[in-house]
């Protein structure tokens, strides 16, 4: 209990060097300030990420050893730099636009807050994403400065691409149309699929622990409801999020900041390959697992296939 209120604090308090900065810098008359007040939105995004996230997120994960911040901030970054740029001195936008894409986005944040929290079973900073400490053991005594770089500067540039629409909204200033209403469609579908599979995740592991404390066999695989036609039908329901919100900056004729949906993709297809290689390690889920990988597909929901060989196919 504790250790949970501990870390609760520390995530409380965290971001308040750059929330303090963004409440005094436009009404301030000290160089530093005024030089912050009219500079681009992405530089002066990128140089509060650099000492907020990535310095000081560093330094507080180099006293805990434990990565586990910016698992929870990844969910909460987005709404912070949504509201940078939203009210940054050169923003201009349609306020129809920018209003919706501010509701998405909180609603796209609470969803996956409330999942990672669920997941954690409400404690913060319980423990640091698997990933990590996988790297933590394969670099060992020079973890401590590779972290640095391959936990939170690489994440710096991951957010702040991911993010780019959120600063197109922000500073183009179009009439709303068809697409836009297309964007709002693809990004409520994607939240939608990411919830209902995370949920029905969250109910397996569940099942699955009870099971293991009543000391009766647990079901090896996941293979229900939406997780019956995709493996991952939770990060299907992500990338529709990020490339529905890509829509409105391409609708803007920014179809540049597109790289950040691209890129988003690109590290999921790396995670998957991850995740299903750490899946068939395990020795009582490997076989069945096989099995799923024969039938059913990757990422878009598609329907079951007969596995090559099966004579009734």
Same mark, same amino acid.
């Given at each position: 209990?504790?250790?949970?209120?501990?870390?609760?604090?520390?995530?409380?308090?965290?971001?308040?060097?750059?929330?303090?900065?963004?409440?005094?810098?436009?009404?301030?008359?000290?160089?530093?300030?005024?030089?912050? %007040?009219?500079? #681009? @939105? &992405?530089?002066?995004? $990128?140089? /509060?990420?650099?000492?907020? +996230?990535? *310095? !000081?997120? =560093?330094?507080?994960?180099?006293?805990?050893?434990?990565?586990?911040?910016?698992?929870?901030?990844?969910?909460?970054?987005?709404?912070?730099?949504?509201?940078? %740029?939203?009210? #940054? @001195? &050169?923003?201009?936008? $349609?306020? /129809?636009?920018?209003?919706? +894409?501010? *509701? !998405?986005? =909180?609603?796209?944040?609470?969803?996956?807050?409330?999942?990672?929290?669920?997941?954690?079973?409400?404690?913060?900073?319980?423990?640091?994403?698997?990933?990590?400490?996988?790297?933590?053991?394969?670099?060992?005594?020079?973890?401590?400065?590779?972290?640095?770089?391959?936990?939170?500067?690489?994440?710096?540039?991951?957010?702040?691409?991911?993010?780019?629409?959120?600063?197109?909204?922000?500073?183009?200033?179009?009439?709303?149309?068809?697409?836009?209403?297309?964007?709002?469609?693809?990004?409520?579908?994607?939240?939608?699929?990411?919830?209902?599979?995370?949920?029905?995740?969250?109910?397996?592991?569940?099942?699955?622990?009870?099971?293991?404390?009543?000391?009766?066999?647990?079901?090896?695989?996941?293979?229900?409801?939406?997780?019956?036609?995709?493996?991952?039908?939770?990060?299907?329901?992500?990338?529709?999020?990020?490339?529905?919100?890509?829509?409105?900056?391409?609708?803007?004729?920014?179809?540049?900041?597109?790289?950040?949906?691209?890129?988003?993709?690109?590290?999921?297809?790396?995670?998957?390959?991850?995740?299903?290689?750490?899946?068939?390690?395990?020795?009582?889920?490997?076989?069945?697992?096989?099995?799923?990988?024969?039938?059913?597909?990757?990422?878009?929901?598609?329907?079951?296939?007969?596995?090559?060989?099966?004579?009734?196919?």
């Amino acid at each position: 209990m504790v250790k949970n209120l501990k870390n609760l604090l520390i995530a409380l308090v965290i971001p308040l060097p750059s929330v303090y900065f963004l409440r005094n810098y436009k009404n301030s008359d000290t160089s530093i300030f005024n030089w912050a %007040y009219n500079c #681009h @939105p &992405l530089l002066l995004a $990128n140089i /509060l990420f650099f000492f907020n +996230v990535d *310095l !000081l997120f =560093w330094l507080i994960a180099l006293v805990q050893s434990s990565h586990w911040m910016i698992d929870l901030y990844w969910t909460v970054i987005p709404v912070l730099l949504l509201h940078f %740029y939203a009210t #940054h @001195p &050169l923003a201009e936008f $349609n306020t /129809l636009r920018s209003w919706a +894409v501010i *509701l !998405l986005t =909180w609603v796209w944040s609470l969803r996956l807050t409330h999942s990672y929290l669920r997941r954690e079973n409400w404690q913060w900073g319980a423990r640091e994403d698997w990933r990590f400490s996988d790297m933590r053991t394969q670099y060992g005594p020079c973890w401590w400065w590779i972290s640095f770089f391959s936990v939170y500067v690489i994440q710096q540039v991951f957010l702040i691409g991911i993010c780019l629409p959120l600063y197109v909204v922000h500073s183009v200033n179009h009439p709303c149309n068809i697409w836009d209403f297309l964007a709002i469609i693809v990004c409520l579908l994607g939240g939608v699929v990411a919830y209902i599979a995370d949920t029905q995740l969250y109910n397996f592991v569940t099942t699955n622990n009870k099971l293991k404390e009543l000391g009766k066999p647990t079901v090896p695989n996941l293979d229900k409801g939406l997780w019956c036609y995709s493996r991952h039908p939770n990060y299907f329901g992500e990338q529709l999020w990020w490339w529905g919100l890509g829509i409105f900056a391409w609708n803007l004729g920014q179809s540049w900041t597109l790289v950040g949906a691209l890129v988003n993709s690109m590290c999921l297809a790396y995670v998957t390959v991850l995740v299903e290689k750490r899946m068939l390690k395990q020795e009582s889920r490997a076989e069945a697992y096989r099995q799923y990988q024969k039938t059913t597909s990757v990422w878009i929901p598609w329907f079951k296939s007969h596995p090559q060989g099966n004579k009734n196919a």
